[in-house]
């Protein structure tokens, strides 16, 4: 079940119902911090300890619970489970098992983030935590280049300034949100491009907090998708092909050339879908 990010009020009336009063026990990452907020709400059940690393350890012990007809709950320090969290491991066994396995929704950083950052929601890839090291976090920001999606990455903080270079080297100057401390006392969205950002933060000597990084579309790749749509549009009501090409190359003021290569590219890839 999702645990506040921040704000402790940030926790549903049945996730509190269900600790209090329909679970067993609570597998947790750290149990000082689930305790704090079991405290807040005066909640006493026992804690066992599932993180990272015991996680393999951990999971016949919770499997054997539920067998035994005992509820468990399972929550990660912040958000909910399995998003870059624990849990993965335990759900899987408990369903290959044929133990019901209940999702409870709550609070979570990528979605909040992504709700606050005032770009496109319509599509979004997550990415989990970028590589902390430059070659892998390069290859990876190389792979979504070309990303017709808002995408959505978590960093650390002490790692932000270089990650944000290396964006701005490789993703040029698409739009980008920097959302820290969300929920907290010190929220804040940080907008712009990558490189601007980083001047923000260099400048106020502010890279600290837990940070989540939503990435916008490519221009180009987003200019691409509205020729594209308009084209669609205007066969769909029954203008020529050629005639829409002309119309929307007019339109964006691109040579003709340019999207007809455009529509035709998009033609001939074959998990592209032609509507009759």
Same mark, same amino acid.
């Given at each position: 079940?999702?645990?506040?990010?921040?704000?402790?009020?940030?926790?549903?009336?049945?996730?509190?119902?269900?600790?209090?009063?329909?679970?067993?026990?609570?597998?947790?990452?750290?149990?000082?911090?689930?305790?704090?907020?079991?405290?807040?709400?005066?909640?006493?059940?026992?804690?066992?300890?599932?993180?990272?690393?015991?996680?393999?350890?951990?999971?016949?012990?919770?499997?054997?619970?539920?067998?035994? #007809?005992? =509820?468990?709950? $399972?929550?990660?320090? *912040? @958000?909910?489970? %399995?998003?870059? /969290?624990?849990?993965?491991?335990?759900?899987?066994?408990?369903?290959?098992?044929?133990?019901?396995?209940?999702?409870?929704? #709550?609070? =979570?950083?990528? $979605?909040?983030?992504? *709700? @606050?950052?005032? %770009?496109?929601? /319509?599509?979004?890839?997550?990415?989990?935590?970028?590589?902390?090291?430059?070659?892998?976090?390069?290859?990876?920001?190389?792979?979504?280049?070309?990303?017709?999606?808002?995408?959505?990455?978590?960093?650390?903080?002490?790692?932000?300034?270089?990650?944000?270079?290396?964006?701005?080297?490789?993703?040029?100057?698409?739009?980008?949100?920097?959302?820290?401390?969300?929920?907290?006392?010190?929220?804040?969205?940080?907008?712009?491009?990558?490189?601007?950002?980083?001047?923000?933060?260099?400048?106020?000597?502010?890279?600290?907090?837990?940070?989540?990084?939503?990435?916008?579309?490519?221009?180009?790749?987003?200019?691409?998708?509205?020729?594209?749509?308009?084209?669609?549009?205007?066969?769909?009501?029954?203008?020529?092909?050629?005639?829409?090409?002309?119309?929307?190359?007019?339109?964006?003021?691109?040579?003709?050339?340019?999207?007809?290569?455009?529509?035709?590219?998009?033609?001939?890839?074959?998990?592209?879908?032609?509507?009759?």
């Amino acid at each position: 079940m999702a645990t506040p990010i921040g704000n402790l009020e940030d926790i549903t009336l049945r996730a509190l119902r269900i600790l209090r009063e329909e679970v067993q026990s609570i597998a947790c990452e750290d149990t000082r911090q689930t305790q704090k907020l079991l405290e807040h709400y005066g909640i006493r059940k026992p804690l066992v300890s599932y993180h990272e690393h015991n996680e393999m350890a951990r999971v016949p012990d919770i499997l054997d619970a539920l067998k035994c #007809g005992e =509820s468990v709950a $399972l929550v990660s320090d *912040a @958000g909910t489970p %399995l998003l870059s /969290d624990p849990g993965y491991r335990i759900v899987t066994a408990a369903i290959a098992e044929g133990l019901q396995v209940i999702a409870l929704p #709550g609070a =979570s950083a990528l $979605l909040t983030a992504l *709700a @606050g950052s005032g %770009l496109p929601t /319509d599509e979004f890839c997550f990415l989990g935590f970028l590589p902390p090291k430059s070659a892998g976090r390069r290859k990876m920001l190389s792979r979504i280049a070309d990303h017709s999606a808002t995408v959505i990455a978590y960093e650390s903080p002490h790692r932000i300034l270089e990650t944000l270079a290396d964006m701005t080297e490789i993703l040029g100057d698409r739009p980008v949100v920097l959302a820290r401390e969300l929920t907290k006392l010190y929220e804040e969205f940080l907008r712009g491009t990558a490189a601007e950002i980083r001047a923000q933060l260099v400048q106020n000597q502010s890279a600290r907090g837990e940070m989540t990084l939503i990435i916008g579309k490519s221009k180009q790749k987003e200019a691409d998708l509205d020729a594209q749509a308009e084209i669609a549009r205007l066969q769909e009501e029954g203008v020529a092909r050629m005639d829409a090409i002309k119309a929307v190359a007019k339109r964006m003021g691109l040579p003709k050339r340019e999207v007809y290569r455009l529509v035709e590219g998009q033609d001939s890839n074959p998990t592209h879908k032609r509507r009759d």
